[in-house]
Every structure is written in structure tokens, then in C-alpha cells.
């Protein structure tokens, strides 16, 4: 027989595709339109894995269906092309970001066409294009020209603002904003330029001031909390410190409320809402202001309990605050300054875990307590961050832990505000109880006692009430090359300005140079030509952060080349926004914070239709992969580097062993309990890490050192288990496999519908090939339904019987409805039990090919392809439509019952599916092929069990 060639056949139609443009969409106003994308990719220079591509095929599956279904729909792909790695690269390389960017996209945009993807390929987009980034600095100007008008609840433009401010100052401005100050007309109109200018930046959405962050020295860069592990980068294990650093913000808490109640418009899952509910961090309470002793500034703190304020024995600053240097005494100065030395090696992270080891220094000075002038010392304290709320708390050690914890140690006072006795499991943060030991307020339960206390603070204007956030502007300065340079230049007097669109892109220079300065800045500050301009002006050196690109890329892909605009009125508001999106829940709080953020302020422009961007989004599953060990003793004996097999580590218990990855094809029966190294193994290990080419391996059978096996009693070879385990599929756990490999040996179709197949879409599921064998078996099951053993088409024009009718539209229900629910892996299911059907029938009729040809072309494209042409047809089988559901095909007429004498079957015959045991029991005896067995015989009993089976008891 002529079997299915898939790497001929797959080759064809993806240069058939490529060819005759077939996914190539524009704007038709006759059809509805469909927008389906996925987060692109970071093009890195390990290319993909197995595990990249499990989202584009649902992506691609969906924007398939929706094709045959009718819709006009927008599919595309880019890449996501600036960021540190790239640059990184290039100084432990010396090839240029954009060569090496270039050459992993190609090498990318290879797999992905490979895989055969629907994309509109002349739609692609790069962030690291000057063409693209021209934009993203656009954006980027009009930030900064805007302020957020709690008045209209929106973006306005700052030239507004200013008006304001020559008429009347800004007591009577309602925006969300930092003001620092309070003036009149007459004063504003005093002021200079640079103290305008800094009062301005109090209110902008793009503006730049003096904040703290995380400096890695190493990568000579600022680096996000997520890109710190254990206190050191994610990327290279360098050391992080807190630095004060001049840096660009983004106003994004203008816009918490908004992105918090809109999460209710979106068909998100509840656990990425809740992500996003949790990151926002939306509480109710008020502003207290507490006095120094001896000291005319107040520390203000925001409590979601003003009822404990009684309770509050201790104030306590972030070691930030820029109060500290001020009210530290001079005996504590010393303590203070180590602690503040302690603190600067410490992550955001590690300072918000939960941990066994308090920290802080008492600074010497006291705040009076407002309610009941009480003298309460004030310390300073890692858990307590800057960019948190004021960065001072009240601390009340009787209503929470890390209080209680910090007054434990250090020995203060703890005075018990809440009595929680009526409330049996109440914890420390329930807001349950009576207040005892509170002053005006003892008595109240604890709801009447916050309002109680908010209404004093505020009568005695000793404060006010406060709606607050967890969530922070963003930090959007980065001192790297390899970023989007910012479109601001600085005068004589610092003061800074945006170029106009005519001066957009401004492009990054040309370098070789990409280390960091001395000085911490950017690599493009000692591009002395390109900083300052002929007019006098200086450029800003820092660049923008890799989310910059990806914030805005989905409306893009609308209207890619367009040089007028970032994409223009008519495409956008036919467009309008993604309707399904498919990505990592891990960016849950970065890219898709951003992406709402950025919509919503160019929504308020009335730049886009809609206020948010991504109507219905899937967070696919992670494909595991198997990751194999060797488990080290961390206690060498004589000096040298043991490793003991799994099995005999067991005995001992993990906490003396430090697992050393090991790459997968190292070891036999990788992924089960017996996973191991065999002699070989343990050779070619050595050889790949030499470090270890002088350890001990000791195995149940003896001892391999330096290659050779030393046995115990009459072993013969050495059998070193492995600790085997399923995690992350990564470069660093040396268990990556290449979908190249797999794709080369079974097929791209059998890739795709295998990836399905393995579980729910939102699952994560390990890689394991044992079950591909059965994708590929059935994809050559089609291709045999309509193909005689010479490989000749043997389709016939009649007109399929009803079983056959029944079981395809039997499939058509089911596969839509999965497909529409993102069920994938049922649709295959079906798949394979319709043609296991079909071929029990030996179905060879047009009308079932061709149908069922559509329905499995969104799952497997080339298969489908070939399967439409032989079938006659010249247009793409992409290009047809989706085969019609008709119910009536699966109301059943005729029901076929075995017929059985005493129990054993003797005949088989069909009865009108609506006929009534009495009848059904009078036509079986009537039949021919009964009668014979019957004949002379007493019909004791007749047993019919409906649409089964009959029995016919005779003696």
C-alpha cells in the first residue's frame, strides 16, 4: 500500500500556502470579524521546544474553525525582540543585539512555518524595529503630555492642567496625582521654569523622579522583582542591591479602579482575575498623621484599621523613608547606618517573605499617637518598603504578625485592642470583634469603631479617609543598550522634554560597546555624539523596558505599516480588539497589566473603540518535561566528590544529597522509577562535566572511579539510579526537546493533534511520547479510508447510507461544540472513534470524505489539504466552509436487535425504533429465521430489553 508521506506531502502545502498567500486577510466590512492571537515570542537562541508551540496550535485551531465558519479573521505573528538576554549575549559575545536577534527570529520563523501556523505573515512586527518603536515613543510623548482628571475620571491633557494653574493655582485641581506642594495663581506664576516643570511631574502619567530599585551591578542594569531569585538576578546569580536612582514612572494607579471594575466586562479565568484583583490590592481606610517629638514633620500612615490605632505601641519606616537620616539620633546612628547597609543587599522579595529572622534598629525618636498622645518609639524595618503605601506603618503587635513577631523580639509593649471571644476562629486580621483598652471607641464592635475612628481623624483634621492600592506606578527605566531609546531630551536646566512625532523614531546608535558605565548608567551615555544635540540639548541615555513593545503590538498588527499612525481610525474600529488571546498565566501581572493600562489611557484618547483589549483570554498549560539527577553527597570523603545512586540516597534522606542535573539522552528509561545510569552513561556524563571526572559513583552493584567499574561480590555492570522527577521543560534542566526531531520522524499534523491530544488546554501535562505512536497510527486510518492498496482514490458519488450519515454528523456535533468550548483534545477523540466507525462500514462515499475532510482540517492543515485536492477540488480546503449539523440525521428509525433462542443468539433483525414491546415480540416470532427454531416447540416466554436484545424461551 501507498502510505500517507508526510514530510513530502507537508512540504507542499506549506509552499503552497506560502506561495498563493492563502492566510492573508484584510478588512471586509461583508464579514464579521474574528481577531484570534497569541503573546508572542521572545525570539532566544535556543529556539522552541516542544512546549512553546501548545498554545499556537489551539490559537491556530480556533482561528481555523472560525475561517470555515465564515468569519474575517485576523491571525498574526511577531516577535517580541528587545530585552536584556540579547544584550547580555552580545557582551559576553560581541555580536551586536540586532544580528543576534535577527538570526534567532529566523531561525524561529522557520520552526513556526514548520508547524503549520495560519499566520498572516505580512503582518509581522518586531518591537526592535525603528518603524515599530517610532510608536512606542509616541505613546510614550503622550503619557508624559497627560494627567488624570479625577473630575472626568480620564486622561486629559496637561495643557489643562497648566491653564489651571495660571488661573486659579491648584486648590481646586481634582487629579490623581503627588502634588508636593499647594499654590496660588500668583505663586505658579512665580515660580521658574525647572520648579514648574517638577511640580508638573507630580501629575503626569509619564514622569521621572528619584526612586529605589533593584541595581544589579553585573548586568548593569535595573531589574523588575520577578527577574530576582533568592536575592540575586534570575539571570547570571549576581548580586541585587537597592539603589536611589533618577528613573521614568508610569502613573498606572491612575488607572487602578478602572482595570479592577472592568475585570468584570472580560471573559478571563477566575484565578488569573483574581491574580489581578490581588496585584491591584484595592483597600479602604485613612490617613493618620503623627507627630515627631521634636520634630516639625509628621510621618503620615495609611491603615486599613484605624480602630487599632490604640493598640499601636511602635511606629516603624521603611529604611528609605527620608525621614530616617533626620530623626536618627546620634547614639543610634551607628546602628542605624550598618542597617541601612544590611538592607540595600536585599530584594523586595526576600524583604516581603514570610521568614523566621526579624530585623530592624530603633532610630531614637518618638511619635505622639493622635488619639491618646501617647509617646510611641519609632524603628526601622526591612518588611516596611518605600513604594508601599507612605512607607510608614502604626504598628499594633496585638492584631498582626509580623508586629507581634517584631514586638517579640525587641521586647515592646503589646496591648490587646480586640476581644475576639464571641467569634471562635476568628484570626488576627478578621475585622470581628468588641474593642477593649481603645479610649471613646471601647465598647464598639469593630466595624462601628473604623467608622467611628475615620469620622474623628477627620473632624479633628487629624487625617482623612483613603482608598488605597497595593499595586505601584511602574518603573520604566532601564540602563541597558538594547531597549527602546526614549523620545526626551534635557536643557540646560534639566528640565525635560518630548521631541515632536517629526522627530520620531529616535533610533538607537550604533555600538560595540554594551557594558554598563561606571556610573551605573546606560551603555548609550558614553556615546557622547548621539547624547548632545546641535541645538544644546541632552537625550535621555536609560531605555525602555522590554514590556514597552508588547504593551500596544496586538493593534499592530492591525495596520503594521502604516507610517501616519500607530494604526489607523478605520482598521482599528473595524478591528477593534482581540477576541481570543492565548498565553502564560505567568504574565498575569506584567505584560497584561501593562496591555490594560496603555489601552485604557488610549481609549480616554479616543484612539480605540473599545476600553479593553482582550475580551476572552486561555492561559495554556505547561508541557512538562522529565527531569533526571544525580544526587551529589554534599560531605566529600578524602577530599573527593561522591555521587550515591537514588536507591541508596533513599536510605539517608534528601537534605545530604544537592542534585546535579543531567541531560535526559544520558540516561536509560528516563521518566520512571528505574531511571538510569548504565557504565556508558556515567562516561559520557563525566565527559560532559569534567569538573566531576575525578568523583566516586556508588551504586547498589559497587563503584565507578575515574570510568572504571569497581563491583561488590559478582555484579557485572553498574546501575546508577537517576532521581527522576516532572518539572519546568528547560535549557537549564538538560531535558528540552526539539520539536524539529519529533515533527521530522511523525509529521507536523501528527505534532499538532498529539499536543492536543495529551490533556485540557489549561493543563499542565508531562511530555511523553508513548502514546504518539497512536496519533500517527490514526492519521494513517484516513488517509486508508478513501484510498485503495495501490494509493488510488476509491471515493464513490453514492449516497451515503444512514449509519454513515448518523456518524458524521454524530462528529460534526460533537467537534464543533468542543472546538467553540476549547476541548481540543475531545475533538480528537471523536476523530478517532468516527473513523473507526467508518471503516467497520467500509465507508467510501464522497459526501463523507469531503465533510469529514473540513472537519479535521483545522487540526491537521496538510493532511486535509492533500485529502481536498485528490478529492477534485482546486481552491484551499482552508477556504470551505464548516459541514452543517442536521439533528435528523441522529433520530434513529430502525433499531437491529440480536434474536436469541434460549439464550443463544440464532438470528439479528431491524424494528421501527418506536415499536412497542408487544409488537416488536409478534414480529420476531413472525420471522423466517426464528420459525425454524421454534417449529413444534412451546414459546414458553419472549424477553425483549428495549433497543437491545431479544430472548425467546421455548421448550
Not at 666 to 672: A, C, E, M, P, Q
Request: charge should be negative; include cysteine.
Amino acid at each position: 500500500m501507498q502510505e500517507y508521506n508526510h514530510s513530502e506531502i507537508e512540504q507542499k502545502w506549506r509552499q503552497y500556502w506560502e506561495d498563493h498567500q492563502t492566510y492573508r486577510v484584510e478588512e471586509d466590512e461583508s464579514k464579521t470579524k474574528y481577531y484570534v492571537l497569541d503573546m508572542f515570542p521572545y525570539p532566544s537562541g535556543a529556539g522552541l521546544h516542544v512546549g512553546h508551540p501548545l498554545g499556537y496550535i489551539a490559537s491556530d485551531i480556533y482561528a481555523r474553525y472560525k475561517r470555515l465558519k465564515g468569519f474575517n479573521v485576523l491571525h498574526p505573528m511577531g516577535y517580541d525582540a528587545f530585552g536584556l538576554p540579547a544584550e547580555q549575549y552580545a557582551i559576553e559575545t560581541g555580536i551586536h543585539p540586532a544580528k543576534s536577534t535577527s538570526q534567532n527570529i529566523d531561525r524561529y520563523r522557520k520552526q513556526l512555518s514548520q508547524l503549520g501556523f495560519s499566520f498572516d505573515w505580512s503582518r509581522e512586527v518586531r518591537t526592535c524595529e525603528p518603524g515599530y518603536y517610532k510608536w512606542t515613543q509616541w505613546i510614550f510623548t503622550q503619557l508624559f503630555d497627560h494627567y488624570y482628571d479625577l473630575s472626568d475620571n480620564k486622561a486629559v491633557p496637561i495643557s489643562k492642567l497648566i491653564s489651571t494653574f495660571d488661573q486659579s493655582g491648584n486648590a481646586d485641581v481634582h487629579a490623581f496625582a503627588t502634588p508636593s506642594r499647594d499654590f496660588t495663581a500668583a505663586e505658579w506664576q512665580s515660580f521658574d521654569a525647572k520648579q514648574q516643570a517638577e511640580i508638573l511631574m507630580d501629575y503626569r502619567l509619564a514622569y521621572r523622579r528619584i526612586g529605589y530599585v533593584n541595581w544589579c551591578e553585573a548586568l548593569g542594569t535595573v531589574l523588575a522583582n520577578d527577574q530576582i531569585k533568592d536575592g540575586v538576578s534570575e539571570r547570571g546569580g549576581h548580586p541585587v542591591e537597592k539603589r536611589a536612582m533618577t528613573q521614568w514612572y508610569l502613573r498606572i494607579t491612575a488607572y487602578a479602579e478602572r482595570m479592577l471594575n472592568d475585570l468584570a466586562q472580560i471573559d478571563w479565568s477566575e484565578s488569573l482575575k483574581t491574580m489581578q484583583v490581588n496585584w491591584i490590592g484595592r483597600s479602604e481606610g485613612a490617613a493618620v498623621f503623627f507627630d515627631i517629638v521634636d520634630h516639625s514633620a509628621q510621618i503620615e500612615v495609611y491603615t486599613t484599621r484605624p480602630d487599632t490605632i490604640f493598640g499601636a505601641t511602635f511606629m516603624v519606616l521603611a529604611p528609605e523613608h527620608p525621614y530616617v537620616q533626620q530623626i536618627t539620633t546620634d547614639d543610634q546612628r551607628e546602628e542605624v547606618d550598618a542597617y541601612l547597609e544590611y538592607v540595600k543587599s536585599r530584594s523586595e522579595r526576600d524583604r516581603q517573605a514570610e521568614v523566621k529572622t526579624v530585623t530592624g534598629t530603633f532610630t531614637g525618636a518618638y511619635a505622639i499617637n493622635p488619639l491618646n498622645k501617647a509617646k510611641v518609639p519609632i524603628w526601622i524595618a526591612e518588611y516596611v518598603l518605600m513604594d508601599y503605601g507612605t512607607g510608614a506603618i502604626m504598628a499594633v503587635p496585638s492584631d498582626d504578625e509580623r508586629d507581634q513577631k517584631f514586638s517579640e523580639k525587641f521586647g515592646i509593649e503589646i496591648i490587646d485592642v480586640v476581644d475576639k471571644s464571641d467569634y471562635p476562629g476568628a484570626g488576627l486580621h478578621d475585622k470581628v470583634g468588641k474593642m477593649i483598652n481603645s479610649g471613646f471607641i471601647t465598647g464598639m464592635q469593630v466595624p462601628e469603631a473604623i467608622e467611628a475612628v475615620c469620622q474623628k481623624v477627620e473632624d479633628e483634621q487629624l487625617g482623612s479617609r483613603q482608598v488605597n492600592f497595593k499595586m505601584r506606578d511602574a518603573n520604566f527605566s532601564r540602563q541597558r543598550y538594547w531597549g527602546e531609546p526614549f523620545p526626551i531630551v534635557y536643557d540646560d536646566a534639566d528640565i525635560a522634554h518630548v521631541l515632536p512625532i517629526a522627530e520620531l523614531p529616535v533610533e538607537l546608535p550604533p555600538s560595540d560597546d554594551f557594558t554598563p558605565t561606571a556610573a551605573g548608567e546606560s551603555p548609550l551615555a558614553r556615546m557622547k555624539d548621539w547624547v548632545a544635540l546641535p541645538n544644546g540639548m541632552k537625550r535621555e541615555t536609560d531605555t525602555m523596558p522590554a514590556v514597552a513593545g508588547s504593551s500596544w503590538y496586538y493593534l499592530r498588527y492591525m495596520d503594521p505599516h502604516n507610517d501616519e499612525s500607530f494604526v489607523a481610525t478605520e482598521k482599528v474600529n473595524y478591528w477593534k480588539d482581540v477576541d481570543l488571546y492565548i498565553g502564560g498565566a505567568e504574565h498575569a501581572v506584567s505584560h497584561l497589566m501593562y496591555a490594560r493600562f496603555w489601552h485604557k489611557f488610549l481609549y480616554d484618547l479616543q484612539l480605540v473603540p473599545t476600553a479593553e483589549p482582550f475580551k476572552k483570554l486561555i492561559n495554556q498549560g505547561m508541557i512538562q518535561g522529565v527531569i533526571e539527577s544525580v544526587l551529589l553527597d554534599k560531605d566529600p570523603i578524602d577530599g573527593k566528590q561522591r555521587f550515591v545512586c537514588a536507591k541508596l540516597a533513599a536510605a539517608r534522606g534528601d537534605a545530604d544529597f544537592a542534585r546535579i542535573p543531567v541531560k535526559i539522552e544520558f540516561v536509560n528509561d528516563y521518566g520512571s522509577d528505574e531511571s538510569h545510569l548504565d557504565l556508558a552513561g556515567i562516561q559520557k556524563f563525566i565527559d560532559w562535566r569534567s569538573t566531576y571526572q575525578d568523583a566516586i559513583f556508588e551504586c547498589i552493584e559497587g563503584e565507578v572511579i575515574n570510568g572504571v567499574f569497581h563491583p561488590r561480590e559478582n555484579a557485572v555492570s553498574p546501575t546508577f539510579y537517576t532521581h527522576s522527577e516532572v518539572g519546568k521543560m528547560s535549557k537549564s534542566k538538560y531535558n528540552v526537546i526539539n520539536p524539529d526531531d519529533v515533527i521530522n520522524r511523525y509529521g507536523t499534523d501528527c505534532f499538532r493533534m498529539y499536543e492536543m491530544f495529551l490533556g485540557p488546554l489549561e493543563n499542565s501535562k508531562p511530555w511523553d511520547t508513548n502514546g504518539i505512536d497512536g496519533v500517527s497510527k490514526f492519521i494513517k486510518k484516513c488517509w486508508r479510508l478513501f484510498f485503495d492498496l495501490e494509493g488510488r482514490l476509491t471515493v464513490s458519488d453514492e449516497n451515503p447510507s444512514k449509519d454513515e450519515l448518523r456518524i458524521l454528523h454524530q462528529t460534526i456535533k460533537k467537534v464543533e461544540e468542543d472546538i467553540e468550548r476549547h476541548s481540543f483534545n475531545t475533538c480528537i477523540s471523536h476523530f478517532m472513534v468516527a473513523v473507526n466507525q467508518l471503516r467497520a462500514f467500509k465507508t467510501q462515499k464522497r459526501a463523507i470524505a469531503e465533510a469529514l475532510t473540513i472537519l479535521l482540517a483545522p487540526f491537521a492543515p496538510h493532511l486535509a489539504e492533500e485529502l481536498w485536492q485528490r478529492l477534485g477540488h482546486l481552491a484551499s480546503v482552508h477556504q470551505a466552509s464548516f459541514p452543517t449539523f442536521e439533528a435528523e440525521h441522529l433520530v434513529v428509525s430502525e433499531i437491529s436487535y440480536p434474536i436469541s433462542i434460549n439464550g443463544k443468539k440464532r438470528a439479528e433483525a431491524s424494528f421501527a425504533a418506536n415499536a412497542s414491546k408487544e409488537d416488536v415480540e409478534r414480529e420476531a416470532l413472525a420471522l423466517d429465521s426464528i420459525q425454524k427454531w421454534i417449529d413444534g416447540k412451546t414459546v414458553r416466554k419472549v424477553i425483549v430489553v428495549p433497543k437491545r436484545m431479544i430472548n425467546i424461551v421455548v421448550g
